[in-house]
């Protein structure tokens, strides 16, 4: 495997006001309790440590609650746009649950599924173990690395 095919890729995810209230809310308190993480860091390692079977029974109960509701499934605009760089493996992750919930008869997209995740994550204190170990397993890479320019 070349570093090219390894590299990881940019991937936006379309989240709504209470997407991003969940997302900072995350982020600030799993700062306080010691994680030291951004918002991309909490993305990555909500798609990593959530299972298929999780994402996809969290994707199932996000569209119950928009199918009960009456009119569109969000009455507020677009708040923010994350853009995170995930490894192939876990595009393929997502893209496998957008497909099996395909399979129900339920449109959805990745950033469908992101949502659904973010929205049913535990609490901060319930999961900042396993992300201090994503943090250990999966360091940050600096924002610089995979930005300079290729020598030969």
């Given at each position: 495997m070349t570093s090219?095919?390894?590299?990881?890729?940019?991937?936006?995810?379309?989240?709504?006001?209470?997407?991003?209230?969940?997302?900072?809310?995350?982020?600030?308190?799993?700062?306080?309790?010691?994680?030291?993480?951004?918002?991309?860091?909490?993305?990555?390692?909500?798609?990593?440590?959530?299972?298929?079977?999780?994402?996809?029974?969290?994707?199932?109960?996000?569209?119950?609650?928009?199918?009960?509701?009456?009119?569109?499934r969000e009455t507020?605009?677009?708040?923010?746009?994350?853009?995170?760089?995930?490894?192939?493996?876990?595009?393929?992750?997502?893209?496998?649950?957008?497909?099996?919930?395909?399979?129900?008869?339920?449109?959805?997209?990745?950033?469908?599924?992101?949502?659904?995740?973010?929205?049913?994550?535990?609490?901060?204190?319930?999961?900042?173990?396993?992300?201090?170990?994503?943090?250990?397993?999966?360091?940050?890479?600096?924002r610089t690395v995979?930005?300079?320019?290729?020598?030969?």
């Amino acid at each position: 495997m070349t570093s090219e095919a390894s590299a990881p890729i940019k991937v936006s995810f379309s989240f709504y006001p209470a997407d991003m209230t969940a997302l900072n809310h995350q982020t600030v308190e799993l700062r306080r309790l010691g994680a030291a993480v951004r918002r991309g860091t909490v993305l990555r390692a909500l798609i990593e440590l959530t299972s298929e079977t999780e994402m996809f029974a969290a994707a199932v109960l996000l569209h119950r609650d928009y199918s009960a509701k009456g009119g569109p499934r969000e009455t507020d605009n677009v708040a923010g746009i994350p853009t995170v760089d995930l490894p192939s493996r876990l595009i393929a992750k997502l893209d496998q649950v957008v497909t099996d919930l395909a399979a129900k008869d339920i449109s959805a997209n990745r950033a469908y599924v992101v949502r659904a995740v973010l929205r049913a994550a535990p609490k901060p204190e319930a999961w900042v173990a396993a992300v201090k170990k994503f943090l250990a397993d999966f360091p940050r890479r600096p924002r610089t690395v995979g930005n300079r320019p290729k020598t030969k």
